[in-house]
């Protein structure tokens, strides 16, 4: 029974199978769409933010708006370089001793103002960045600053700072003086004889309420050395490791320097009851005087009434001559940063930004090509002043003694004119003062 059961299922299940097959072989089965399936792989690309780079920059606090024209200068920076932030770090009171204290403990800025007057010492200790690399790699030649202004921050063949601007000194003189004593204005032409021939006929004395002197001469060593160099003299030699103050040239500018007061053609500041002779010059009790760029908006704003104009110093018997005050952007020796700071410092004296300092009325630009801008053409006062550096200028330093010398000169000058001690005696007691500090 058992064996019959088995017997048909198998009968059963081989009918099936028969029938399924027979089923496959006769019917046609309707087409259906097909669905091809692919696995496509998408790779998502994910956008990191870059980590800013921090360069730290640092000066002396000016005045309120030239500090907002940095402010401004440095934004524009940082919309055209999201990737460098710069935190300004001005410095308030001995910005020389703040910045010395830090390169010494190690936490300098990575960018600082370098000032003519002191920089050599850091570039002669490896503390300030060599940028000359940096500047050939974005295409920047020393060519495209004044020369007198890139070489002053040159040593040993290097270049240690970017000027960011400066100022020489002009001959301002007052036109309503002029025209009173029947004169014509000074030119760029004017030599020490017609400097000495107007200040003679300058000179009022009528009134001793208010005297009137052709040429003011302040026992000033950021004036006097000027009379040196157009006598084709020097303050100190080539190298810096002596004294020229007691030689024949210097002696005869300071001889030439002093003969205004003596011939009472020429006041002290402090003879008219003043501290400055700009503002001696405002009130027109100077009718010629020596300054920088910096006369002319104190002038705007103290005295608007008084007329003048601008002409580069009168000639000496050695030529042109003129002194350069100025400031550079250096990069600290240490920097970890240096592409990011160089930067910044190119951004800086760039001629658009140089442009913007130009046009501030702040100080004058570094930039060659400045020379022809529009601003100059209608600014012949400022103009003269630019001008100057182009003439015998020479940088406001005189090596590692320098405030030895500055003070030497000026105690030989209060000497020759407050105690009539001659020239040459005046000069020989300064250079030995000098050459004791530099034992």
Do not use: H
């Amino acid at each position: 029974m058992n064996r019959m059961i088995k017997f048909l299922l198998i009968l059963t299940v081989l009918a099936l199978g028969l029938s399924a097959c027979g089923q496959t072989a006769t019917q046609q089965p309707t087409p259906q769409p097909q669905t091809i399936r692919e696995t496509v792989t998408v790779k998502e690309t994910v956008v990191v933010p870059a980590e800013k780079v921090t360069v730290r920059l640092s000066g002396w606090a000016s005045s309120p708006a030239e500090t907002a024209l940095l402010e401004s200068l440095l934004y524009k920076f940082s919309v055209e370089n999201p990737d460098i932030l710069v935190k300004y770090e001005p410095i308030t009171g001995d910005y020389k001793q703040v910045l010395l204290t830090s390169i010494a403990s190690g936490t300098e800025p990575d960018i600082f103002y370098v000032d003519i007057f002191w920089w050599l010492e850091l570039a002669a200790n490896d503390a300030l960045l060599p940028l000359d690399d940096l500047m050939a790699a974005s295409g920047v030649s020393r060519s495209d600053f004044i020369p007198a202004l890139i070489d002053a921050f040159t040593y040993k063949g290097k270049t240690y700072g970017i000027p960011k601007d400066f100022n020489t000194l002009g001959m301002f003189y007052n036109k309503d003086l002029f025209d009173k004593a029947g004169l014509a204005y000074p030119t760029d032409d004017w030599t020490w004889n017609d400097l000495r021939e107007a200040a003679a006929k300058l000179t009022d004395l009528s009134d001793p309420n208010k005297p009137i002197y052709g040429f003011c001469t302040p026992p000033d060593p950021g004036r006097f050395p000027v009379f040196v160099f157009q006598n084709g003299g020097t303050v100190m030699n080539g190298d810096f490791t002596d004294t020229t103050l007691d030689s024949e040239a210097a002696v005869k500018a300071a001889e030439f320097y002093a003969s205004f007061r003596t011939n009472q053609i020429g006041a002290l500041p402090s003879d008219l009851g003043e501290g400055w002779q700009g503002t001696l010059f405002g009130k027109g009790q100077c009718a010629m005087v020596y300054e920088g760029g910096w006369l002319i908006p104190y002038l705007r704003d103290q005295f608007p009434n008084t007329k003048y104009g601008v002409v580069m110093p009168p000639a000496g018997p050695g030529g042109e001559g003129n002194l350069i005050f100025t400031v550079a952007w250096g990069i600290s020796a240490n920097t970890k940063n240096a592409e990011a700071a160089w930067k910044v410092v190119n951004f800086l004296t760039s001629e658009a930004s140089q442009k913007a300092v130009l046009e501030s009325g702040f100080a004058l630009p570094s930039r060659q090509a400045l020379q022809n801008s529009d601003y100059l053409k209608n600014n012949p006062n400022s103009a003269a002043i630019f001008n100057g550096s182009f003439f015998g200028a020479k940088p406001f330093f005189w090596g590692a003694v320098g405030s030895d010398v500055n003070d030497q000169m000026a105690k030989a000058l209060e000497r020759m004119f407050k105690e009539n001690q001659p020239a040459p005696d005046a000069m020989k007691q300064a250079a030995d003062s000098i050459r004791k500090a530099m034992r």
